[in-house]
Nanobody
Framework: VQLQASGGGLVQPGGSLRLSCAASGRRFSGNFMGWYRQAPGQQRELVAGATGGGSITYADSVKGRFTMSRDIYKNTVYLQMNSLKPEDTAVYYC?????????WGQGTLVTVSS
């Protein structure tokens, strides 16, 4: 099983980025998939998570700015990030859970700076 995250980069405050996480090896259409982030010196935190039933929850800090979506046919989840702030700077990871097993992607760095 592999989760391949991409789309990170350097963006100015107020800008946008779209992250993608493509899963291979297993299908996760009916399972939890989520986006987490970890800033330097901080613990990894949930940014957005989607249950197998399609319910999506967001961290309070990103509500109204970030949107998570999933394409069950492509076995891929996305994170559209708008109105980015310097405090959004972190390595972003995708996570999938299936049958008691937890899978993590390799992370993609998002840097918000002028």
């Amino acid at each position: 099983v592999q989760l391949q995250a991409s789309g990170g980069g350097l963006v100015q405050p107020g800008g946008s980025l779209r992250l993608s996480c493509a899963a291979s090896g297993r299908r996760f259409s009916g399972n939890f998939m989520g986006w987490y982030r970890q800033a330097p010196g901080q613990q990894r935190e949930l940014v957005a998570g989607a249950t197998g039933g399609g319910s999506i929850t967001y961290a309070d800090s990103v509500k109204g700015r970030f949107t998570m979506s999933r394409d069950i046919y492509k076995n891929t989840v996305y994170l559209q990030m708008n109105s980015l702030k310097p405090e959004d700077t972190a390595v972003y990871y995708c996570k999938a859970v299936k049958g008691g097993a937890v899978y993590w992607g390799q992370g993609t760095l998002v840097t918000v700076s002028s």
